[in-house]
């Protein structure tokens, strides 16, 4: 018999279970990307468009006197200027009496003054002390939701597990992306778009990059 040759089952088989996996990758990865993508092309939208949407920062301004045993510890001295965190029972009496946290972080000693800066996601703080009065100000603004994604989008100070998080999440994206891109060229026959498509994806933003971005 001089039939035409059939793929070997083994071979066959072999495709069958990439092929699968393919699919299971690519769907596993947009489940584990989808709120992240949804979030950073919402706040992609915000950022571009801060200028129009930008809220009015609400600031509140508190101020204390810190206890004469808490004073001594950081009196006035001669060491030279620093940069080094409050003293334990200093830091939970601020975080205590302030609407303030992550007094452990570390402060900027001078002569006469501490100053911890407070930066977070959507505002801003910080907690001055005098080192020979003890008088403590505390500086809090807030900026809104909005603002808060935004610097959720950027990264801007919020810590160490939110930069892990987007790590995570950039390989989830890679992951479902290459994926897709394998899944589009195996279709790809049937579906005569599919490359016009991919290609202007391309072309767009790199026409404008080019002619409108000065």
């Known amino acids: 018999m001089h039939g035409t ?14 092929l699968k996996q393919l699919h299971t990758w690519h769907w ?8 992240g993508l949804l979030l950073f092309a919402v706040t992609g939208f915000t950022l571009n468009h801060a200028a129009e949407i930008e809220g009015s920062p609400q600031t509140i301004e508190k101020k204390a006197q810190l206890p004469a045993p808490l004073l001594a510890t950081i009196k ?10 409050l003293p334990a029972p200093v830091a939970d009496w601020v975080e205590t009496n302030l ?5 452990t972080a570390a402060a900027e000693w001078s ?23 003890g008088e403590v100000t505390n ?13 959720l989008h950027k990264g801007r100070n919020a810590g160490t597990v939110w930069k892990w998080f987007i790590d995570i999440f950039v390989l989830a994206c890679v992951v479902f992306s290459l994926t897709g891109l394998v899944l589009l060229q195996l279709h790809a026959r049937h579906r005569p778009s599919t490359w016009p498509l991919v290609a202007a994806g391309l072309a ?3 026409i ?3 002619y409108f971005i000065h």
Do not use: Q
Request: charged fraction near 30%; glycine fraction near 6%.
């Open 76 to 85: 006035p001295d001669d060491a030279p200027d620093a940069k080094r965190p």
């Open 111 to 133: 002569a006469s003054e501490i100053y911890l800066a407070l930066p977070r996601p959507g505002g801003d703080g910080w907690v001055a002390i005098d080192r020979e009065t």
């Open 204 to 206: 767009i933003p790199a």
């Open 5 to 18: 040759a059939r793929p070997a089952p083994r071979k066959k088989s072999r495709k069958t279970f990439w």
């Open 28 to 35: 596993v990865s947009s489940a584990v990307s989808l709120i």
């Open 99 to 103: 609407p303030v946290k992550r007094a």
């Open 208 to 210: 404008l990059a080019i």
């Open 139 to 151: 500086e809090t603004s807030d900026r809104g939701w909005i603002a808060w994604l935004n610097d």
